[in-house]
């Protein structure tokens, strides 16, 4: 069955500190990894997705598939990015497009 | 372009009873996918709908029903609610099944069971 890890609830970093937000998964097969994040007052929206290997807010994000993880990076932490961040996958396991979510972690930029 | 829409906001409900909550898509897009977000956790895959049918389930019991229109909005109905049915209830409409394309989330309708 599938699976999405995020180990971490909550992590602070300072503000230009670089971050880290682990992610790992279990799944049989080619899955496809997203990032999903949520700021304060804000609906939950997509940040980045492996298959495109974009960088979007000055973060990236690389699919190990040895390790079996996403994680989500930035160099320089801001304020802004302070929010909820969940890692997600999909595939044929789960159905088409539907998305298997982790527990997510919270970020907090601290100035 | 409002996005995905839901309606209600917010919704206080009774063990026992039936509740419906309303998803209008993104225009463009004509695939509803529906998920339960409880308190702490990530969101839960519900249902998905395209082309007016079922099109995939997740881990849920029949109390948990739903429709798609022809305009392609849709509709989650809850039957029999517990207590344990409290969560945000997401809606997220994409283009197309099956297709991995991006999906684009409501602001939810928050249930709570008394």
């Not at chain 1, 997203?34 to 700021?39: A, G, N």
């Not at chain 1, 929010?83 to 998305?99: E, V």
């Amino acid at each position: 069955a599938q699976r999405v890890t995020q180990p971490e609830k909550l992590l602070s970093v300072f503000k230009g500190a670089p971050v880290e937000l682990k992610c790992n998964y279990s799944y049989s097969g080619s899955p496809e990894l997203f990032w999903y994040v949520q700021y304060s007052r804000q609906r939950l929206q997509l940040l980045l997705r492996h298959i495109s290997r974009e960088s979007i807010k000055g973060f990236t994000a690389d699919l190990n598939k040895g390790e079996t993880s996403f994680h989500l990076k930035k160099p320089f932490a801001q304020e802004e990015d302070s929010a909820m961040y969940y890692c997600a996958l999909s595939g044929r396991l789960t159905g088409a497009n539907n998305l298997f979510f982790g527990t997510g972690t919270r970020l907090t930029v601290i100035p | 372009d409002a996005g995905v829409t839901q309606s209600p906001t917010h919704l206080i409900k009774t063990r026992g009873q039936q509740v419906t909550l309303r998803c209008s898509p993104k225009s463009g897009h004509d695939t509803v996918s529906w998920y339960q977000q409880a308190l702490g956790q990530g969101p839960q895959f519900i249902f998905q709908y395209y082309e007016e049918e079922e099109r995939q389930r997740g881990n849920f019991p029949d109390r948990f029903s739903g429709h798609q229109f022809p305009n392609y909005s849709s509709e989650l109905n809850v039957n029999a609610l517990l207590l344990g049915d409290s969560a945000l209830y997401l809606c997220a409409s994409s283009w197309g099944v099956g297709l991995n394309q991006p999906q684009h989330f409501g602001d939810g309708t928050r249930l709570s069971i008394l």
